[in-house]
């Protein structure tokens, strides 16, 4: 069975950094394309980055380019999101996703139950 | 950006009848159209992808259907868990986008 467990969320100023980890298991980890996708409070879902097999594919949303970072270890199956210069809007859960391919197809099959982020000062 | 746009907002119905969930793209997305199936305080759940096609697991009373600009999810008899929020989105190019979402409820 699939199991995404997302951690590193927390209440942080407007402005400071955070790292947001995501532990798979139950499949092959560098089999697949990897996501974050995030929900704000009331609102709908928002894809945030995608990242392929082997780190040699990476895309963000326009709202996170050049703030955010996502990253892969495929030896320890994990997937990060390193937020920095975080604003007010990035509150939201963050979702850890799996592609369902080992390239960025943008079908997003398996979701992680999310960590929440709270940016307020 | 394409824009995703579901009707109804929300959708009253009862346990045991039909129900169609109707997504509408701004411009043609051919047939690169998922819907997904959100419950309250759970992980959301991948029920369609490329317009038709059921991912694994889903049962067969989730169909889907359309191309183009226009797309529907039909749940053929709405079972009790079915009560929750849909969201269609697109994969037709960067960035990838969710529409509104459509929540179903016990009327």
């Known amino acids: 069975e699939v199991q995404l467990v997302e951690s590193g969320g927390g209440l942080v100023q407007p402005g400071r950094s955070l790292r947001l980890s995501c532990a798979a298991s139950?499949?092959?980890?560098?089999?697949?394309?990897m996501h974050w996708v995030r929900q704000a409070p009331g609102k709908g879902l928002e894809w945030v980055s995608g990242i392929n097999w082997n780190s040699g594919s990476i895309d963000y949303a326009a709202s996170v380019k050049g703030r955010f970072t996502i990253s892969r270890d495929n030896a320890k199956n994990s997937l990060y999101l390193q937020m920095n210069s975080l604003r007010v809007e990035d509150t939201a859960l963050y979702h850890c996703v799996t592609d369902n391919q080992i390239s960025t197809s943008w079908i997003f099959e398996s979701w992680g139950q999310g960590t929440l982020v709270i940016v307020s000062s | 950006e394409i824009v995703l746009t579901q009707s109804p907002a929300t959708l009253s119905l009862s346990p045991g009848e039909r129900a169609t969930l109707s997504c509408r793209a701004s411009q043609s997305i051919s047939n690169n159209l998922a819907w997904y199936q959100h419950k309250p305080g759970r992980a959301p759940r991948l029920l369609i992808y490329?317009?038709?096609n059921r991912a694994t697991g889903i049962p067969a009373r989730f169909s889907g259907r359309g191309s183009g600009t226009d797309f529907t999810l039909t749940i053929s008899s709405l079972e009790p868990e079915d009560f929750v929020v849909y969201y269609c989105q697109h994969r037709y190019n960067w960035p990838p986008h969710f529409g509104g979402g459509t929540k179903v409820e016990i009327k």
């Open positions: 139950g499949f092959t980890f560098d089999d697949y394309a």
């Open positions: 490329d317009a038709s």
